[in-house]
């Protein structure tokens, strides 16, 4: 995961901003990562839930593609795609996407 996560962040993830949480399902918005604390990022998951396998980490300013959402418990999460690389695909959770 970490060789994944190195090779992410040298296509320069961290561009641009988008301003909303799509709220229909099949949105295809371009959202940017916002709100994870320091050093942290937001995990990239293989299904909607935090026992899902981590697939990549995902620093702040990184820009996804919005596939589509779902709420599991209280949580929504979001079904999207890596904006420089669209074949890597996971859930987010929506909080941290803007």
Known sequence: MTRLLAILLA???AQG????VPTVAGD???M?????????????RAGPGIDQMVLAGLPNGTNVRVRDCTMVD????CRVAMET???LEGY???AYLR
């Not at 901003?17 to 909303?20: I, N």
Request: aromatic content about 4%.
């Open 28 to 30: 295809q918005n371009t």
């Open 11 to 13: 296509l320069g993830l």
């Open 32 to 44: 940017t990562v916002a709100g994870v604390e320091g050093e942290d990022m937001l995990k990239l």
């Open 85 to 87: 690389a669209p074949t």
């Open 92 to 94: 987010v959770s929506s």
């Open 74 to 77: 209280t949580t929504r999460w």
């Open 17 to 20: 901003c988008a301003s909303t």
